[in-house]
């Protein structure tokens, strides 16, 4: 891994494993393929709309996802006619509900593990009970009279 948090491939000089989040398009690669300028490409770095990874020279370098959140943003803008204020929003809830959702998966595998595990315990504990006791059972108690006489030796 690097410092970003991407994976390495194991492959020849350790070059980067191609996802797509992996900063490749420069500016203005990424301008052509969104279908915007690149005046608007750096407007939207500024407001934080889309920001892209910086080289060392603090160049900017776009990914595929990059790319695909540029051509949202202008779907929403253009067609929707939402502003950028609006669309910052819906992009960092979006984010949020991501990130919830990985943490809802997340706690219910922990869940079904805890779960797993409580199972087990309580097995252990139904196979350590002693098998020679005789279940107690309560006695139905009664009004009867017994009266018990001895019989009396005779001579």
């Given amino acids: 891994m690097d410092r970003d948090g991407r994976r390495q491939s194991a492959g020849f000089g350790g070059a980067y494993q191609l996802t797509e989040e992996t900063p490749v398009y420069v ?29 060392a020279g603090r160049g900017r370098r776009y990914s595929a996802r990059d790319i695909e959140l540029l051509r949202q943003v ?13 669309i910052k929003r819906i992009i960092e809830l979006e984010n949020q509900v991501a990130a919830l959702q990985s943490r809802i998966a997340e706690l219910s595998t922990a869940v079904d593990g805890a779960a797993a595990a409580m199972r087990q315990r309580e097995a252990q504990v139904h196979a350590s009970y002693r098998r020679d006791l005789v279940p107690y059972q309560d006695v139905q108690q009664t009004s009867a009279l017994v009266v018990w006489r001895p019989k009396l030796p005779t001579d």
């Avoid at 202008?74 to 939402?82: H, P, R, T, Y």
């Fill in 27 to 55: 500016i203005s690669v990424a301008a052509q393929l969104s279908g915007l300028h690149p005046q608007t490409l750096r407007q939207y770095d500024r407001l934080g709309l889309v920001s892209p990874d910086r080289t």
């Fill in 74 to 86: 202008q779907q929403l803008s253009q067609d929707e006619g939402i502003n950028l204020a609006g």
